[in-house]
């Protein structure tokens, strides 16, 4: 039977913990949007290190403790992506960060087959991480992104891959190409502009 008002209120108030305080909730959703080109991996890899270190992301958002990274990479080379993205950020790893940095380029992970979810279920379960970042979004597919129905059953999947293992979830996302007004001005765009449907932005407790 639902509790009454007065029966919840009796009750201690349950307390969220934090990875990031008022920012990103444990086993919380999050969403790294915006145009192509525009540094979002960067910025992805940015938060990635201030995690595993435990320092300050950006220098101003306080991060609680070190913490576990498990990175989905699907966008550039390995070679090239280790020599021109990890590089330069593993030197800025500290006091045993790099063995809590776990990364897999695959571009063959399919949320839609029950055999690939169970692989991406393994690697996490292997990592033990924290935090799961996929970048980008579109590499880990499951039919057509701006089919609402199809779009709902990626993030169920993810939802069960976060709760199943107490995971957080980050997406790196592209927006939808962007369009010239009849002023002759290109269109602003926001997170509803996220490539697919607006059921990713509703979907993440930060954006």
Known sequence: MPDSLEEILLKPIPTTNFLMPGLLPEQGKFIIGGRAKIGKSFLGLELAVNLVNGTPFL???PVCRPYRIFL??????????????????????????LGRFFLEQTTSIRLDSVADVQKLKGWILDCKPDVLIVDPLDSIPSGAFNMAEEVNATLQVLNFLGSDTKTAVGLIAHFRKSFITRSGKRAE???????????????ADTI
């Open 59 to 61: 220098g101003m958002f």
């Open 72 to 97: 989905i990479q699907a966008e550039m080379p390995r070679g090239l992506f280790i020599s021109s993205r990890l590089l330069p950020l593993a030197r800025e790893c500290k006091n045993g960060a």
């Open 189 to 203: 765009q926001d997170m509803q502009d996220i490539l697919g449907s607006a059921l990713f932005g509703a979907w």
